[in-house]
Nanobody, 115 residues
Framework: QVQLVESGGGLVQAGGSLRLSCAAS???????MGWYRQAPGKQRELVAT???????NYADSVKGRFTISRDNAKNTVYLQMSSLKPEDTAVYYC??????????WGQGTQVTVSS
């Protein structure tokens, strides 16, 4: 099992920035970590992912504004969010995928962007 603890959400004005953190612990063997989000009434969607090899992937809606990074020594993944828009408002979930294809999720952290 992998436990994920997120932090860093909150309320910010449009155009502002936030940084989310997610620390993993437990029986690791993590191949990739990333962030997903779910807005009210919408399905959960991918925001950004990062593999242990350093490859990254972003949703088109956040490219150029969000940056995902990892500290493999600390088993921590970060999401730096800049130029935030009201449509970025959602609960953001940290995800870890093991080498065996198992998915683990954090409890979620609320990000609210006011206009």
């Amino acid at each position: 099992q992998v436990q994920l603890v997120e932090s860093g959400g909150g309320l910010v004005q449009a155009g502002g920035s936030l940084r989310l953190s997610c620390a993993a612990s437990g029986r690791l063997g993590i191949a990739a970590m990333g962030w997903y989000r779910q807005a009210p009434g919408k399905q959960r969607e991918l925001v950004a992912t990062s593999t242990i090899g350093g490859s990254t992937n972003y949703a088109d809606s956040v490219k150029g504004r969000f940056t995902i990074s990892r500290d493999n020594a600390k088993n921590t993944v970060y999401l730096q969010m800049s130029s935030l828009k009201p449509e970025d408002t959602a609960v953001y979930y940290c995800n870890a995928r093991s080498f065996w294809g198992d998915d683990f999720w954090g409890q979620g952290t609320q990000v609210t962007v006011s206009s």
